[in-house]
């Protein structure tokens, strides 16, 4: 309790604070991490997933897919994370909250759409690189479980893929550009779940803390910005976060 109390002291009087979610954020609710012990790079290599191989080869597309299935990312429910960072948007003290992830737990936590960023895209819609329609995911995982291993654009024929950012993909600008501009107007940021080592989207919380102003970090294990945060927490964010919240709210 002594750092969330350190943290809450280093956010009081704040009131444009940023939220900045990585993956660590939503393995309470059952998605695994990327980076972890048990992280999903531990158990399959990213450079075969990167969207070259992934126009190119159609196993890697029905791997893809397959991983898509399993992956518990389509069904799982927000956590008391996800709640406490509702929670402290609706306070009035948070300015968004900008997510690395593409669970769309925020959002079923009750996080309005003009408060989050999603920079690496969301899982729960697919999308044609060929004609760009759009899509449920859940419809097209609907057509795997039914035998298409690699289902393709019932308008053109073309290549579907969830509509998040894969290997070698730049990031959204729009979404991008957003997240800069709340960075420019951020008076403190909050890093939940992420070892904040993946750049560009690394880069938000960065501006905040190079602009003068506090971070915190809620983070079981090191990060790459550990030596610049004004308090540290290592705790898991279902029982921290929620703790934290309640202290400045």
Same mark, same amino acid.
């Given at each position: ?8 002291? %280093?956010? !009081? ?5 940023? =939220? ?15 980076? $972890? *012990?048990?992280?999903?790079?531990? !158990? ?17 597309? !029905? *791997?893809?897919?397959?991983? !898509? ?11 008391? +994370?996800? *709640? ?7 306070? $009035? ?10 669970? $769309? ?5 009750? #996080?309005?759409?003009? +408060?989050? %960023? ?11 690189? $060929?004609?760009?329609? *759009?899509?449920?995911? =859940?419809? %097209? ?22 509509d998040v950012v894969f290997f070698g993909e730049m990031l959204p600008p729009a979404a991008t550009d957003l997240a800069y501009a709340l960075a420019s107007q +951020?008076?403190? &940021?909050? +890093? %939940?779940?992420?070892t904040l080592s993946v750049f560009p989207a690394a880069q938000i919380p960065l501006e905040v803390a190079q602009a003068g102003h506090p971070l915190v970090i809620l983070n079981i294990g090191p990060t790459a910005f550990d030596d610049l945060a004004a308090a540290r927490i290592e705790a898991p ?7 934290? &919240?309640?202290? #400045?709210?």
């Amino acid at each position: 309790m002594q750092s969330i109390e350190s943290a809450a002291v %280093v956010l !009081r009087g704040k009131e444009r604070i940023l =939220v900045f979610t990585g993956a660590g954020i939503s393995t309470e609710s059952g998605i695994p991490d990327f980076r $972890g *012990r048990n992280g999903v790079w531990t !158990r399959v290599d990213p450079a075969e997933f990167t969207i070259d191989k992934y126009l190119r080869n159609p196993d890697t597309r !029905r *791997r893809s897919w397959q991983m !898509r299935l399993e992956s518990g990312t389509l069904t799982a429910k927000p956590n008391k +994370a996800h *709640r406490a960072v509702t929670r402290l948007w609706r306070s $009035g003290r948070m300015l968004a909250c900008v997510t690395q992830n593409i669970d $769309g737990l925020h959002q079923k936590a009750g #996080l309005p759409t003009q +408060a989050l %960023v999603e920079l690496h895209g969301n899982a729960h819609v697919a999308r044609c690189v $060929g004609c760009g329609d *759009r899509q449920p995911t =859940v419809d %097209v995982v609907t057509r795997v479980q039914a035998g298409e291993d690699d289902p393709s654009c019932l308008l053109c024929g073309g290549i579907l893929k969830i509509d998040v950012v894969f290997f070698g993909e730049m990031l959204p600008p729009a979404a991008t550009d957003l997240a800069y501009a709340l960075a420019s107007q +951020a008076d403190a &940021v909050v +890093a %939940v779940g992420s070892t904040l080592s993946v750049f560009p989207a690394a880069q938000i919380p960065l501006e905040v803390a190079q602009a003068g102003h506090p971070l915190v970090i809620l983070n079981i294990g090191p990060t790459a910005f550990d030596d610049l945060a004004a308090a540290r927490i290592e705790a898991p964010a279902g029982k921290a976060l929620p703790a934290l &919240v309640s202290a #400045l709210t």
